[in-house]
């Protein structure tokens, strides 16, 4: 096949009239429509001189634009950088440098702000605003409806994920085509995802969650989405009766039960619940069938990998736990620090390989050959345990970091920032349980000797310098961070002191 993900995800809609997207405000967007704009697309992207393996980046709102851009850099071979909404100009302008796109499509209402800032005077910069209109979007109407998607090879890279690392520099994850498409072909085979189904989309499409996992087996089923432009309880709501699937991170169903409208009636068309990106809790598993009488699948993903395990369609969603390794993908779990595995049962890290495990970083051979084995196993981080029906169960993290409502935020990169600011001797920012958000952001600092912080000063800082969700929800000056004998701060009891902080107990 000359383009694999193209003609398997896209190439059979050419002429399917059926719906494609339905966004808040009721319009839609046939599959033929979306086909034919995807190809006009395809060609403004070559008018801006974007060749194979070149990259594009976009910080822009959910729109059926934004969609086509995606499918139009898969026909073109262009490697498609998408950020989120939510990252400051200079976090964006760290990732410019960083995967050097030749195009950068943002927020009208940011773009001069970006032409100001950027180095790089051979950067194009368009706009493209939520409602679909922009300088990229003119651009679009005035070409052709023709083009022949370019010739690939299934390890070309689709698209570049950052995701935050344990130094506090993010990496590039790349993905390559057969990457996406192994799993959208598995995922839509387990979930058994068909023309008849509806999804309910409010998550963001700057990640994998939202972006392949949703939109691809969309895509590869024929099936329709409901397009919302972020998750509020009232659009939910109103738009379940309409859905058959939805996928949320845990937040989004936490929210759900809290709210009195929720009931067996209000999703009596849906067949399928998917929760992932974060922890769900047994209580909520339990909670939800209750309520609704379904039982949350839950499934475990990461960036460099997209889905790796997940429960059964047919047969026990086991609540606590992430399922079994997908079809063509194998889970191991390994002791600490060697290369051979525990016994069933026991706590190692968990490893992963498949047709789903990426290329490797951006620019950074180093960081992949620490993740990334010559056998093809990627280290994910994760602690866990496989049980003994073979249920995969994830009990904690090697790797520093907090999720937060799906999000995920290294504690280095904050502390980074907080060590930087005048009077801040040194910090250190850990996730403590949070009701809504499953964990959220705290920071402790210690004041450098005679020196006061000034905690306004604190504030405009983290503004300037990071999106929102990273942002420590609560800070707190101490006198000096907990260590141990070699002087590793004590992440742990810093934890242990402040865990209610947000729960009432
Ligand atoms: C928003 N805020 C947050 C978060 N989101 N704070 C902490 N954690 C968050 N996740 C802040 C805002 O800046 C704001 O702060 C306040 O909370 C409310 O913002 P709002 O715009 O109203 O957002 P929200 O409705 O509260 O958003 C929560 C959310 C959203 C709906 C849970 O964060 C979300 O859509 N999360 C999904 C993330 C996701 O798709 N993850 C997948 C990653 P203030 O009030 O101070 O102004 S992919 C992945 O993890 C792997 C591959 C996988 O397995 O899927
Ligand atoms: P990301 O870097 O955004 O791709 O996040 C990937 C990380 O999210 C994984 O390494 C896990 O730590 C976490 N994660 C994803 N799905 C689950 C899940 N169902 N349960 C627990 N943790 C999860």
Redesign the pocket.
Known sequence: MPNPLFDTLLASHRVNESNFLTDLDGNTRSYAIFFETVLRTANALGNCGLKRGDRLAIQVEKSFQSLEIYMACVASGIIFLPLNT?YTINEVSYFLEDATPKVFICDPAQKTEFIAKTTNSKLLIYSLAANGTGSFSNLVVEQPANFKPVDLDAHDVAALLYTSGTTGRSKGAMLTHRNLLSNAEILVEQWRITADDTLLHA??IF????LF?AVNTTLLAGSSMIFLP???IDTVINNLPKTTIMMG?P??YTRLLDDPRFNKNLVKNVRLFIS??APLLPETHKIFETRTGHYILER????ET??NTSNPFEGERRAGTVGFPLPDIKVRIMKDGQEAEVQKGEVGMIEVNGPNVFKGYWKMPEKTAEELRDNGFLITGDLGYIDEDNYLHIVGRKKDLII?????IYPKEVELVLDDLPGVLESAVIGVPHPD?GE??IAVLVASPNSNIDISNVHAKLELNLA??KQPKKLFLIKSLPRNTMGKVQKNSLRDTHKNLFMTV
Do not use: E, Q, R, W
């Open positions: 939510a998550l963001p990640h994998t969650h939202g996992v972020n998750f509020k991170v937040t989004f992932g990106s475990y993903g990461m960036t997209n889905m937060s409502g799906g999000y995920n958000f959220a952001v929102k969700y």
